[in-house]
Every structure is written in C-alpha cells, then in structure tokens.
C-alpha cells in the first residue's frame, strides 16, 4: 500500500506504474489575519505524501477540521501549497497559466453541494458544452452529440430528456450526477470528490457511490473520495486514508483499516460511528475534540484525547511504521521498544 | 415499552397551502408516544416528519395548516387536545411539558445574547416565583448536566463549538424537565465522535429524569441503536411502525428494506448494495395509488391505484410469542399474496 524511500512515505493504493496523480510533502499553513493571533499561521495540511493511480478510489476519513478538504483543495490547485509538490503521470506541475490550464483538464473536483455548483439560469445543454468548447475545442453538432454521451455516461438516459431542463427541475441525485458528467467532458485522469453525497437523501447515496465505482473500472479513473462517513469509505475505496488534524495516521485497505484499524484515532471513529448490527452498549475509545491547528499540541497530535498515550507521546511526533501488510500507522504503539508493557487495546 | 401513552398522535393531516396549489404534507399520520420511550421518525427530505412534529407542537407556520386529526397529550393535569388548545394553554404546556431542540443550533440561539441569559429566559416565563440567584443556580446545573462547566455562563454562542451549542440547547430544553422533548435532527452537523458523546449523554439524561423522545432523523442505522420503537415515513404517510429490533431484522414494507438497504454495513464481505432506484416523488406530483409504488420492485397491479393503509400484517405470530406490535402500509401484506422472502423474515433468523 506505501512504498518507503529513505525518508517518506507515500500513503494510497499501490499499484505497479506511475500514479496518474502524486503530491509529495504537501503542506498548507494559512496565515491568521487580524486578532490577537495574527502573524501565525494555522497547520492545515502537513506534510501529506499521496499517490493515487489510475483505475483505484482512495478515500480521505477524518472529522471537520481534519484538513480532508483542504487537501482535496490543493489537489485540484485551487489553493497553492505552502510546501510540497505535485506530480502529474510523474511530471511535475508548472506554474505557467498553460500549465494551470493542462492541469484543469487532467484533474477534476466534484462538490458537496449540487444544489449551489451548477448554475440555475442555465441548462444542462449549457453545463455540458462549456467544458467541451473551452478544453476540446468542439464545435456545432458535435458538441450535443458528446453532451448527450456524458449524461449516458452517468446513467441519465434517455439523454434527450434532461438535456434542456434546467437544475432546479432535477432532483439532488440527477443534479450531481450532471455535475460528474460536466467533470468528464474534460477527459479528466483524475475524479476529487469532496463529500459527493453527503447533501443527497440517502436512499439515492449508494446510487451516486456506485456510478464512482463505475467511473472506476470502465474509465479507469483514479478517484480521491472525501468523506466523514467511514462505513461508505469501506464500501467504495480500495485504501482508507485516515486524517487527523491536518495528519494522515494511518492508511491501508479500506477493509482492513475498519476490520483491525491501527491506530487509537481510527478505533475511536470506528467506536462513534453509527451501527444497527452493535449488540454491547458504544464505548468511545477517547473523548474530546479535535485540537486548535493554530496551536497544535506537542507530538503526537491525538495525544490529549488517546486512552492508550504514554509519556513519549506528547514529546515526540511518531514516524509511520507499518502496521499489518500495506496497513501503516503513526502511532509509537506501533514502536516494539516503547509499547513494550503497555497492554494494547 | 409498557409506560402509559404521554402522547397520541390520532390522523393528523397537515397541508401547505389551500385551494388547488396546496399540497398534503402529512396525511393520516397515528402514533403514541409511551413515557420515557425513545420513538424514531425516519425518512428522507420532504417526508413530511418535521412538518409532524411541528404539527404536533402546533409550531407549524403558515403556509402549513392542520386539516384534520387529533393529538392528545397527558399531562399532569388530565388529557389535553392539543389541536383545540388556545394560545394561553399552548404557551403554558410548551418548554414545561413539551420542548423542542432545533436540528441548527448554530442558528438556534440568540447570537447577541449570553448563554446565562437565553437559559434562565425560560424559567423566568414559566417559573416566576424564582428569584436571580435561583435562576442563576438552575442554569448552572443544567450546564453540568450536559457536560458544560459553570464558566461557559457568560459566554457567547460564537465563543462555543458546535457540539458545545447542540449541548446548551439541549440543556435549555431540559430546563423546566418536560415530559416530551421533541428533536430534529438535533446531531446531524457535527461530527460522529461529538454526536455520540451527546447522544450518550442524552440517553442517561432521558433515563434518569424520565422524559420521553421523539427523535427525528434521516440516519436509520443511528436510529435504530437509539430507538424503542421507529416510524419509517414516505411522502408524508407513515409506511411502517415497530420495535426498532423488528424493524432492523424483519422489516415489512419494501421502503424500510430498501433504506436499510442503504447503509453500507461497517462490518463483514463488502458486497455491491443498489440502494433504491429512482428518487422521492415530489408532494406536488404524487404517484396515484401507493406513493412508492413507482420504486417498488416488489410492486402488484393494484398498488398503483388503491392506497395501502397502515395495518398489522397478516403473519403468525412472532416466534418469541409477543403479540406483533407492528404494521406496515403495504399491499403484499394484507393477505392471499405472496410475501417475497426479504419481507418475510422473522425475529430471530440471521438477516
């Protein structure tokens, strides 16, 4: 699941080749304005290795504030990192407008809200054909032809019959169905979808995930999934990654991270998430809230809220060491030397 | 649950609007609350199950308006039909005996006011005999019970995360310990870790001071951990009620199925779930017959012009011998027709 150089690790999936998309040691602090904390800068994203290859789903897990989103921010260049760089097919990434350009039509960012991000005076015709004219270049009738094939590509068929209807006429399913169709009129290598359905009902969810997993295997896209909603992560991706203030503690198959998850975060989101088939009362494995980024604490960042933290922990940040196969972690627990007589939940 | 009926729910139709461009939000709905239960009303938007429950506390605005029905409340001083009472009554029995917690408490409380004082504001409406100092000491105890501690008093709603606002709110519902407390969607903006802790906290509060729930979401897997007993709602009806256990692993209606259907599982084989085909009808443009007869895989001929009612199955009993308190709006159990195989497990058998 990681491949280890002398000094990093790159969490995803891994597969032989060159991932359609890499960001090594992305890094986002964003300065305080004004207040009485202005000149210091919150950690959003530190240090993030990543690699996602083409034809795999990775999904992004943590709780608001985690930096899921920012990281999906910085994928899609909308926000510049403060370190770290990004590879495309293992090209790095130019600053150039050109460059920019190129990027915008490899790399494509789905939205949480279909309500907000299509928009309301005009078609579906119209949603479809820009992308199509500005980064094809098509013109005339070819462009209703391959609009027409988008929507079938995200099962709205028969096409004809959204075509020209507008987004308020489409129920939240449809609209985000059209905003995954308007994303591969460019062509795109790779899919960000950042919380794709948690504004839809959830009887039309596993619709929109399955279309993901679709785009997955027939057009062999690699796709980043961030979400809060660890079960539907298990259900979709092939690797879990698992954020926690602006950290990925641990990654690893997405059924192997839920079945026997390495690190006390991912237990105690495991233990909080909600469960028909729980016979035994819940008991959170931890308690609190996630920690003020502007102020991170001391080494391990879980540490104020880990049931199982021992002295190292709040002095030292631990290195990711691996857990069980591609399953790694970033915990001391995982350190023979230091867990030894520590009982391991 | 074998508590005497706190609230019952008899019929209650509300519509949007009147003449010929209103429509029928909630239609027949009939449920009892019992007390110190938790009952669940599940279903997606526009299921009409905040309507109900705005109905019920007669909070509903207009264009909403009760058309029919009846909801009983027994309070401590006899039954009450909350659809007949007057202004006075209703602002009597509201927050002391039924209060509501708002799904947005980021939007809920006051933001120019101090948290001290939009807790005691409703002790000094319902309970004028106390004096500053009483209120003040109420309003910290409250906070201790929700897990605050006294110096949050004077803060403001900003100063607060969101679990901390869900808190207060919850704390300020308590205030006046009514028999019913009413939540929409009370958790469903924070986060899992947060929502657990309140849920907890909210079910050692509700079994120690004996309040009954009515708890309002879409999240069926959360429900059904928290739930005594689930109503399962669809287009503004009530499709399916029982015991949250039954539910979960003998569900009658296919709408039920279908939802639970819907919630990758967090354990076991990954296997390729489908959900529910197609999307919830518009209130506007209801399907004749059985309003979900359109994304029914299981649907007969006749579902697509006669309305099922909500009616106890036609089964033997349940094999652990309790009498089937249970009912589904469904045609395929009302005798003579077929039950397909996922609608007629039974308690017991491995789902």
Known sequence: MTSTDTTRVVHGPKRPGTPALEARGLTKHFPVHGGLRR??????????????????????????????????????????????????????????????????????????????????VHSIRYHLRRPLKLHQGLRGSELDARAAQLLERVSLTPAERYLDKFPHELSGGQRQRVAIARGLAVRPRVLLADEPVSMLDVSIRLGVL??????????????????????????????VVVMYAGQIVESGPAVQVTDSPAHPYTRLLLSAAPDPRRREPVVL??????????????????????????????????????????????????DPERAAGTASA | MTGEPVLEVRDLCVDYGVGP??????????????????????????????TLAYAVTRLLRAPGVITGGEVRFHGPDGVLDLLEADAATLRRVRWDQISVVFQSAMHALNPVARIDAQLTDALRAHRARLGAAERRERAVELLRLVGIGEERLRSYPHELSGGMRQRVMIAMALALEPRVVIMDEPTTALDVVTQREILD????????????????????????????????????????????????HSPRHPYTLGLLNSFPALHGERVRMEG???????????????????????????????????????????PDGAPAARSAACWLHTGGEHVPAPLARVLGSTP
Request: include cysteine.
């Open chain 2, 276 to 318: 529910i085909p197609g999307s919830p009808p518009a209130l506007t443009a209801l399907p004749a017959g059985c309003a979900f007869h359109p994304r029914c895989p299981f649907a007969l001929a006749r579902c697509a012009h006669d309305v099922p009612r909500l009616t106890e199955p036609a089964e033997p009993a349940e």
């Open chain 1, 210 to 239: 399955n279309l993901l997993d679709e785009l997955r295997e027939r057009e062999r896209l690699a796709i980043l999934y961030v979400t809060h909603d660890i079960a539907s992560a298990r259900y979709l991706a092939d690797t």
């Open chain 2, 201 to 248: 906290e909210l079910m050692q509060l509700k079994d120690r001071l004996g309040f009954a729930i009515v708890f309002i979401t879409h999240d069926l897997s959360l429900l059904i951990e928290l739930a005594d007993t689930i109503a399962i709602m669809y287009a503004g009806r009530i499709v399916e009620l029982a015991d949250a256990q039954r539910l979960f």
């Open chain 1, 39 to 120: 000149g210091r800068v919150v950690r959003a994203v530190e240090d993030v290795s990543l690699a996602l290859p083409e034809g795999t789903v990775t999904a992004v897990v943590g709780e608001s504030g985690s930096g899921k989103s920012t990281l999906s921010r910085l994928l899609t260049r909308l926000t510049a990192p403060t370190s770290g760089e990004l590879l495309l097919d293992g090209e790095p990434v130019g600053g150039s407008a050109r460059a920019r350009r190129a990027y915008a039509g490899q790399v494509h960012l789905v939205l949480q809200d279909p309500f907000s991000s299509l928009n309301a």
């Open chain 1, 285 to 334: 494995r931890g308690r609190g809230a996630p920690p003020s980024l502007i102020d991170p604490p001391s080494g391990c960042r879980f540490h104020p809220r880990c049931p199982l933290a021992m002295p190292v922990c709040a002095e030292t940040a631990p290195p990711v060491r691996p857990a069980a196969g591609d399953q790694v972690a970033a915990c001391w627990l995982l």
């Open chain 2, 21 to 50: 461009g209103g429509v029928r939000a909630v239609t027949d709905a009939t449920l009892t609350l019992r007390r110190g239960e938790v009952l669940g009303l599940a279903g997606e938007s526009g299921s009409g199950k905040s």
